[in-house]
């Protein structure tokens, strides 16, 4: 039988004085005296420039969404309160993952192992699932592309410096590999445009763009683009009858190159570089037709973005969530509002994230900060947030359960009626006592039937 789960990300600003897990034991404790769980779905200690901002958060009437202060507002819908904190996937790779999805619902990690062999995690069935060895000789991370809902194909530098293929169909499972010749410097990159296009990019020997094309049913030969490479490219489509290109130049900065079927290919385009500059090869992926994301990692390891959106480019922005890459980022999609990105981390394992986008109203982010005032004085938290964007933040000094008691207030929970706080020696032993957190000293601290009926009837409960 599915239990209803409570889903929630943390993200910190300032660290408690109690620590994050003992809040999420507290709050798995309460939950469960009415057969609920409790998800811990990721976390990130966060270090945006505008930090010093939202460390002293005033919260106002906090009665709601309607009371909202501006300071809330701004923590609320800023861009990292829209991305998850980083998973860790497990493994031991070299270099850089890649992923893909054939379908909305299913997503592969492939990558080096350390034997040199392709490894893949695949997530199915709304799971993620063990690491598996595909065996093989690589000199370099792999390339991994999709052609249809069950086809799914990975693109290898040998040991022979030469690209390799090997394919998966639902119908007959993987191929044997096969050598598409070439002599190339590190990874290959893949794209479709449309169910019977595929191409290969690389960085050729002459360090130009190189291209072996898959149209009418067979491989065609390797041709020349030019340009001047310092790592290996990128590419994506944004639709069927467009491509385009990213690589680093000499001069450490992205070039852009695009194909459209009416146009044929553009000139180079420099898209610039983050202030730091940035190490290895960019990344880029497209969610769907009108936006374009690329990806770099700068000198210190944080994952940087450059998007394209509105027919325009924007600026380099700076991931500021305690991430540190050691290869270069994979992003991938699922579908038109889903974006992750995988990482290989400074341990050598696997690690991703993914951007809320359109869903950012099911998933709910708990800010962590130094002080929370309104109503006239200090608080331990406050749960009042916008309607589309759930989220409570919680202080530094707050007691073992106000993680759970301001979650429940998100899930519309209300203070308990009648309680006399003045009175001497009164301990509550409810979660939502209006007398302060504090003072529950009997754990777990309850929740009763009305309140669970509340809790499950809640848009953001999941089953599990």
Not at 19 to 30: G, K, N, V
Not at 262 to 271: R, T, Y
Not at 301 to 330: C, I, K, M, V
Request: proline fraction near 6%; include cysteine; glycine fraction near 12%.
């Amino acid at each position: 039988m599915a239990t209803p789960t409570v889903r929630f990300h943390t993200k910190v600003l300032e660290a408690p004085s109690t620590s994050l897990d003992t809040m999420i034991e507290s709050m798995r404790q309460a939950y469960a005296t009415q057969g609920i769980g409790v998800e811990h779905v990721s976390a990130a200690i966060l270090e945006i420039p505008e930090r010093d901002l939202f460390l002293d958060i005033d919260t106002g009437a906090c009665a709601g969404s309607a009371s909202v202060t501006d300071e809330q507002r701004a923590l609320f819908t800023h861009g990292i309160a829209d991305w998850s904190g980083w998973f860790n996937h497990g493994g031991q790779i070299q270099g850089a993952p890649t992923t893909v999805s054939r379908n909305s619902s299913v997503c592969n990690i492939y990558a080096r192992g350390m034997d040199d062999a392709l490894w893949q995690c695949a997530f199915w069935e709304g799971r993620w699932h063990d690491w598996g060895r595909l065996g093989g000789g690589l000199s370099a991370p792999p390339a991994a592309g999709t052609m249809g809902p069950d086809h799914e194909h990975v693109f290898v530098r040998g040991t022979d410096g030469a690209v390799w293929q090997i394919f998966w169909t639902q119908s007959a499972g993987w191929s044997q590999w096969f050598n598409l010749g070439g002599q190339i410097k590190g990874a290959p990159t893949t794209v479709s445009r449309d169910p019977s296009v595929c191409n290969v990019y690389a960085r050729g020997m002459d360090d130009g763009l190189w291209q072996r094309a898959w149209w009418d049913n067979r491989w065609h030969d390797w041709t020349s683009l030019g340009g001047g490479l310092s790592a290996a490219p990128a590419a994506d489509s944004m639709r069927p009858g467009h491509e385009h290109v990213f690589v680093r130049g000499t001069d450490g900065a992205v070039y852009h190159r695009f194909w459209t079927q009416d146009g044929g290919w553009s000139e180079w385009f420099n898209l610039g570089a983050p202030p730091p500059g940035f190490e290895g090869a960019p990344s880029t992926i497209s969610r769907n037709p009108e936006s374009c994301n690329v990806y770099v990692r700068s000198p210190d390891g944080a994952l940087w973005q450059r998007p394209w959106f509105g027919g325009t480019w924007h600026g380099w922005a700076r991931h500021d969530d305690g991430g540190r890459l050691s290869a270069e980022p994979a992003p991938g999609t699922m579908g038109p509002d889903h974006e992750h990105v995988f990482v290989r981390g400074l341990d050598g394992s696997v690690w991703s994230k993914w951007w809320f986008g359109a869903h950012r109203d099911r998933e709910l982010v708990v800010f962590f900060v130094r002080t929370v005032t309104g109503n006239g004085g200090s608080l331990n938290g406050c749960a009042a947030c916008p309607d589309d964007r759930p989220a409570a933040v919680v202080a530094s000094y707050a007691s073992t359960w106000t993680l759970a008691h301001e979650i429940g207030h998100v899930l519309d929970l209300n203070h308990l009626s009648g309680e006399n706080c003045a009175m001497a020696g009164y301990q509550p032993t409810r979660l939502m006592t209006g007398c302060g957190t504090g003072r529950i000293v009997d754990p777990p601290a309850e929740l009763d039937g009305g309140e669970r009926s509340t809790v499950v009837s809640n848009p953001l409960i999941v089953q599990r």
